[in-house]
RNA sequence: GGUACCGUGGCCGAGUGGCUAGGCGGAGGUCUGCAAAACCUUACACAGCGGUUCGAAUCCGCUCGGUACCUCCA
């Protein structure tokens, strides 16, 4: 089964041929860490790392880059602009470094308590300056750049005379000096459209850096460019980020890549859409984001309740990741439930009564599942499909379908496939002392069973009562009682 | 204003021409001391109006409504 990926610059699904198999090179936008992260980092961070999985799982060998951005962008593109983590090393009296580092270390936490895998490489903008300034000469070797008062600014117009500005995000370069806002501080530039590659820094600018144009910092489109060519090469295969970084972010790495080097450096451009809140976008600049912090502990006054990690994980991975989605108490729960009764199942098929013959064919779930996942990273239908096992464990249970021997370890082997290993998802009960809890349960229940013997009502509901306080469910049928952590 | 995109049942959310998506919630039933769980049955849908077609949620047009990007933002 071929893979097929949306290339958001053809606009349509694209049969996924790398350009090295089996190797594969991607690179993804990752976090500026000057504030914590939230659910919309969150969905970027776990699109990506659904596609990391699913690659390796299909047996290709990925390099995959995701940057953390540490010098900081400027906050508007005027001259007297202050970067984000320097203005907040600056109200919080520390070293910009601190901050980068406070940060960066709570996104991580953040990221593993979701599961999500760590990239190969994860490097820093403020460690690859050198690079950086590199290709910015390049570029103004070439003719695509000029300098003005000591920053040194992208030429769109005579860019685009050569090649295609706006090819990613649909713009026109005619329509953009019609339509772009005036701001202060812009003089310098020839077209308001043309970007900094490098910035020339004040004396209160903390974080500034020597370069042949003055003492400054890059521009903020520049880290990506260079160090996708460092650790990928000119040319590979995926990029991805947000939707919102499509422009002018993207397009500008695109401008900036073929400026250096006279051809495109990505095949395949990758786009997570955004999470809503009440149908608005949930971020920074609108003010209404909950980080992964506020979900995991609830204490945020838009929450009912605390979320773990995994419900979080499901909840995100129950939408295609090109599809907006929205944030609610509700939804949330109801992914809660879902994922709830997945495991449930999950924990039954290793105790699923096998018989000679099978009255449902398993082998074919296995294809559905790799044809949903095949199709974009199609998740939600991949997690219908798992539902539909679901039933089919039950119904076994129950008794109501037959399964073979073979086929109960297919069945956990889907599972262990595409539940575990590329959806990512992972029990979150305690597995300690098992043995000792087993035999705690199986005492209590004995107990309660004597009980109900004696129709000693009372005891049992107590006992089941408050096992349900520990969040144990006591399950009664007619074979005995069993017993399940929620 | 420009560019891109979306509008699916109570909620979330798949589906790009014909076959039940799925989850949560609702209703009825089986089981049960009661409950839960599970199972069975079931109701509720494709924004509106035209068009193409044997046939459209799916293609085309128009209308209405919404979102994102165009200043940093996943």
Request: proline share 3%.
């Amino acid at each position: 089964m071929r893979l097929s990926i949306y290339n958001t610059l053809k606009r349509k699904k694209e049969i996924f041929e790398p350009l090295n198999p089996p190797h594969v090179g991607m690179y993804v936008c990752g976090p500026t860490v000057y504030g914590d992260a939230h659910l919309g980092h969150a969905r970027s961070a776990l699109t990506f790392d659904l596609v990391f999985r699913y690659l390796k799982f299909l047996g290709y060998k990925v390099r995959y880059v995701r940057n953390i951005t540490d010098v900081g962008h400027l906050e508007n593109d005027a001259d007297e602009g202050e970067d984000k983590i320097a203005k907040k090393a600056r109200l919080e009296q520390l070293e910009p470094m601190e901050i980068v580092k406070y940060f960066t270390d709570r996104y991580h936490a953040n990221m593993d308590a979701l599961n999500i895998q760590h990239p190969s490489i994860e490097p820093t903008a403020s460690g690859h300056i050198i690079e950086q300034i590199e290709m910015v000469k390049t570029i103004f070797d070439k003719g695509y750049a000029y300098e003005a008062e000591g920053s040194v600014y992208f030429d769109v117009d005579k860019y685009s005379q050569d090649y295609d500005y706006g090819k990613l995000s649909g713009r026109k370069v005619e329509e953009l000096l019609e339509n772009t806002r005036e701001l202060a501080g812009q003089e310098e530039k020839k077209n308001s459209f043309d970007f900094a590659l490098w910035k020339k820094a004040d004396e209160r600018h903390i974080m500034q850096w020597k370069s042949p144009w003055s003492k400054g910092f890059p521009g903020w489109h520049m880290e990506c460019s260079a160090m996708s060519k460092k650790y990928l090469g000119e040319t590979f295969d995926i990029h991805g980020g947000g939707m919102d970084l499509l422009f002018p972010h993207h397009e500008s790495e695109i401008a900036q890549s073929n400026a250096a080097q006279g051809k495109d450096a990505v095949r395949y451009w990758m786009h997570n859409n955004m999470i809503t809140v009440n149908g608005q976008k949930m971020g920074k600049s609108l003010n209404n984001f909950i980080t992964l912090n506020e979900f995991f502990s609830g204490k945020h006054e838009a929450l009912q309740q605390a979320y773990s990690p995994m419900t979080i994980r499901f909840f995100l991975l129950q939408a295609h990741y090109r599809s907006t989605l929205d944030f609610s108490n509700e939804a949330l729960q109801a992914a809660e439930k879902g994922m709830n009764k997945l495991f449930a199942a999950y924990d039954l098929i290793e105790k699923l009564p096998d018989t000679k013959s099978s009255s449902v064919d398993i082998a074919k779930y296995r294809d559905l599942c790799l044809k949903a996942m095949s199709d974009d990273f199609n998740s939600p239908v991949l997690i219908a499909h798992l539902f539909d096992l679901v039933k089919v464990i039950n119904q076994v249970n129950d008794k109501k379908e037959t399964l073979s021997k073979d086929d109960i370890v297919t069945l956990k082997q889907i599972f262990d496939d595409f539940l575990i290993t590329i959806l990512g998802i992972k029990s979150e009960k305690s597995t300690d002392n098992t043995q000792v809890v087993d035999y705690l349960m199986q005492t209590i229940l004995d107990i309660r069973q004597n009980a109900k013997t004696n129709k000693d009502w009372a005891t049992a509901d107590k006992i089941r009562n408050d096992l349900n306080k520990l969040n144990i469910q006591v399950k009664d049928t007619k074979d005995g009682a069993s017993w399940s952590f929620r």
